[in-house]
């Protein structure tokens, strides 16, 4: 494995794990996670944020914007065939990050600007993002989802 992701995330190299794309400051984990790969969704000035979710870093607010997506609330994390999940991140009661699984167990996340993986859950734990602190799922479909009304947000909308 790279130094540079054994340094930040050194559970990644307990189990599989492996590059999925080139770097790119276009998107992030959260819109990532939402199927999308144009525009950097984050609750934050000079970003994307669906119209109707909560803003804020809390865990509610990204549960918010997931339940626009038709998920619900999961008990397991397991691979359970028919179901698309979401791993929400946190640490000190704010998300930090979003995973979501694959048809193959394994999860994928984009790092940052940085690149996609794909990895086995709690390869991302520990690390700077914290730990699992919500799943949730919806039925998977063959069909890619729309995403749901986004809004550019602006100074007057995030706060000073």
């Not at 400051?25 to 934050?44: E, K, L, M």
């Not at 607010?61 to 339940?67: H, P, R």
């Not at 979003?98 to 991302?124: C, F, M, N, P």
Request: glycine share 8%; net charge negative; aromatic share 12%.
């Amino acid at each position: 494995m790279d130094d540079r992701f054994r340094a930040k995330y050194p559970r990644l190299g307990d189990g599989h794990f492996q590059v999925t794309s080139a770097e790119s400051p276009r998107y992030n984990c959260v819109a990532w996670a939402a199927g999308q790969d144009s525009r950097w969704w984050a609750p934050i000035e000079f970003s994307w944020w669906p119209e109707t979710a909560q803003v804020g870093w809390s865990v509610k607010a990204l549960e918010s914007v997931f339940k626009l997506m038709g998920y619900d609330i999961a008990s397991d994390p397991g691979l359970v065939p028919g179901l698309e999940k979401v791993a929400i991140f946190a640490a000190d009661d704010e998300w930090t990050h979003v995973a979501r699984q694959l048809e193959s167990g394994y999860w994928t996340s984009k790092l940052g600007q940085g690149v996609d993986i794909e990895h086995e859950l709690d390869g991302l734990a520990g690390s700077p993002y914290g730990d699992v602190a919500v799943i949730m799922s919806r039925p998977r479909s063959s069909a890619p989802s729309a995403p749901p009304p986004l809004r550019y947000l602006s100074y007057d909308v995030v706060g000073a």
